[in-house]
């Protein structure tokens, strides 16, 4: 394998995180926590870093939202890429599923990838390492105590459906 892939140059298909308006609160939210830094500065008043620190935070978890061009999730010949994760090889794969799951008023899909190996012989690549100043922003995927590996579809750029297809389709043709 190349010793040049990476997160950011892990080659095949990618889906990034779409560029909607949706993501407007993110902006909404830097701009609160700089404001109420402001009024904290010029008041001398302490209240006010509580919400300029909660509004940072917010800010702080959500910036990988605004990352649009960086590939999020991902296939090539080795395996299944996810961001902040690693490369799952094909062979370690038992099954993709897509869930829809009901939350309020709206349907969320979830792409589910569950293992056959454990997980440190499932990866090819861990990138489960982030640098100090990622450790506490969003990560899109997380495990349930099974051992699968969930990842979020709604916040990307391409449907929940066609991901699905082209990673069974690249599944099915890289393991054989």
Same mark, same amino acid.
């Given at each position: 394998m190349s010793a040049t892939l990476d997160e950011r140059n892990a080659g095949g298909?990618?889906?990034?995180?779409?560029?909607?308006?949706?993501?407007?609160?993110?902006?909404?939210?830097?701009?609160?926590? $700089?404001?109420?830094c402001t009024?904290?500065?010029i008041t001398g008043a302490v209240y006010w870093l509580l919400p300029?620190?909660? $509004?940072?935070?917010?800010?702080?978890y959500n910036i990988p939202l605004l990352e649009t061009g960086r590939p999020t999730i991902g296939a090539n010949q080795y395996g299944i890429f996810i961001q902040a994760f690693g490369l799952i090889r094909w062979r370690a794969i038992e099954r993709i599923d897509v869930v829809q799951i009901a939350e309020r008023a709206m349907t969320v899909h979830e792409l589910q990838i569950v293992l056959n190996a454990p997980l440190r012989s499932a990866l090819v690549v861990d990138w489960r390492k982030q640098p100090i100043y990622r450790l506490l922003m969003r990560l899109p995927w997380h495990m349930d105590h099974n051992g699968a590996v969930r990842i979020g579809l709604e916040p990307f750029d391409q449907p929940p459906d066609v991901i699905h297809r082209t990673f069974l389709r690249m599944w099915r043709f890289y393991r054989s």
């Open positions: 298909y990618s889906v990034a995180y779409v560029r909607e308006d949706i993501y407007f609160p993110v902006y909404i939210s830097a701009a609160l926590a $700089a404001v109420f009024a904290a500065w300029a620190l909660a $509004a940072a935070s917010f800010t702080y």
